[in-house]
């Protein structure tokens, strides 16, 4: 259990962590022994969308990372339901920055999302109507009828990162964990994303993404993590990114 005591910016986070989903304590992060991210402290839960903020190489994406499962740690527990995540990898869906995406495959938006049943088939590896029934859900919710036989490499940045949440949804994944998921949109499309997003959080699930934009972060995120490498304040977006918290985590 770590002290709040200790931290004396911003608010504690894991007040009543055991009642949270997930719940990360402590956690270190490095890269050739050069610290990218210190005691990290999280705890929240489906239903919410939790903003990443701070500046370039604050270290947002290795936090999106370490929750993935995809990043090594040098200290510290990530928690989802009381268990280490590495047991739950079917409930995570973790989005890369788009340039480092490789969409250049040939599949279709139907055949992408389908494959986020692939580890709920049975032995035969047939699809049940309940496996279609949850595909066809995945696809409305993402509103992506009208694109389901088009090839994915064709699509806009947009209507990908669209694909990929359907299949994540199919996948049944609770966390997504998208890295800047709003760059490149329009005015028009980040509308529609900060919808879809809304929407899954409803759903009960819980979004995760780092973000940019401070003017749109309290209208698409109910909470926001402020960092530069150790934790700045947490807490519902518009306290959190007061001009004072700004000021700590975006100067050096
Ligand atoms: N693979 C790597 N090897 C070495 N150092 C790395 C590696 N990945 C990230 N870093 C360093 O770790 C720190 C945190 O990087 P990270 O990409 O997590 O920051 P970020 O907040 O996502 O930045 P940005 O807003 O610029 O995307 C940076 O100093 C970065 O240079």
Redesign the pocket.
């Known amino acids: 259990m770590s002290d709040c005591q200790h931290s004396t910016k911003g608010d504690c986070p894991h007040q009543h962590h055991h009642h949270h989903e997930l719940v990360i304590e402590g956690l270190c992060v490095s ?2 022994k ?1 610290p ?2 210190r005691e990290i402290e999280l705890a929240t839960s489906c239903g919410n969308s939790v903003a ?1 903020v ?12 370490a929750i993935a499962g995809l990043q090594r740690k040098d200290k510290g527990s990530i928690l989802w339901r009381n268990e280490p995540i590495q047991r739950w990898s079917r409930e995570f869906a973790y989005l890369p ?1 788009s340039e480092e995406v490789n969409w250049d495959f040939p599949i279709t938006v139907r055949g992408m999302v389908e494959m986020g049943r692939y580890p709920h088939l049975g032995p035969w590896k047939r699809y049940s109507a309940h496996d279609d029934e949850v595909v066809e859900r995945a696809l409305a919710l993402m509103r992506l009828e009208p694109l389901q036989d088009r090839q994915i490499r064709e699509l806009s940045g947009g209507q990908q990162q669209r694909a990929f949440l359907a299949r994540s949804i199919a996948q049944e994944a609770h966390v997504l964990l998208l ?2 998921p709003f760059t490149g949109l329009d005015r028009d499309h980040s509308a529609q994303l900060s919808d879809l997003l809304r929407n899954i959080t409803h759903e009960g699930r819980l979004v995760i993404a ?1 973000h ?1 934009d401070l003017n749109t972060a309290a209208d698409i995120f109910d909470h926001t993590l402020l ?1 530069n ?1 150790e934790v700045i304040a947490y807490g519902p977006t518009a306290t959190t990114l007061s001009e004072a918290n700004l000021n700590l985590a975006f100067t050096n």
């Open positions: 890269y050739h050069t990218a991210l990443l701070g500046p370039n190489g604050a270290g947002k994406s290795t936090l999106l990372k920055q890295d800047e780092s940019h960092i490498q």
